[in-house]
């Protein structure tokens, strides 16, 4: 979701990706002074909604910031755009086939304690 916001909204200048939280190396560089202990671990998480794609979408515009921030960046023409190509994304990974919206997603687990 957010490589799509970044393709209609540029990323804040300064701020770290929170994509690379889901690269390895990326994360060993960030805590690579004072780890005594840290485990990556891959982990897939479901997202479900009794909701369309579209309601989804409309629910993340509302309530997620970044959602927020990206549309409110943007022009009603461009919002448009950016809600029809969330649609999209949304759709092309939904496994739900009853009106609803479940999505299986990736992410990296980073447990790390200070030494």
């Not at 994360?27 to 479901?46: A, F, H, M, P, Q």
Request: with cysteine; glycine share 6%; aromatic share 10%.
């Amino acid at each position: 979701m957010f490589k799509t916001i970044a393709s209609h909204v540029p990323p804040p200048l300064n701020v770290p990706s929170p994509l690379m939280w889901g690269e390895e190396k990326s994360v060993l560089e960030r805590l690579r002074n004072g780890i005594k202990w840290l485990r990556l671990t891959r982990r897939l998480i479901s997202f479900r909604f009794p909701l369309t794609v579209a309601e989804v979408v409309e629910f993340y515009r509302k309530w997620y910031g970044p959602t927020q921030r990206a549309f409110a960046a943007l022009g009603e023409r461009n919002q448009a755009k950016l809600r029809h190509d969330l649609e999209c994304l949304w759709a092309d990974h939904n496994q739900a086939t009853d009106g609803t919206t479940h999505i299986k997603s990736e992410y990296l687990e980073v447990i790390a304690i200070r030494g």
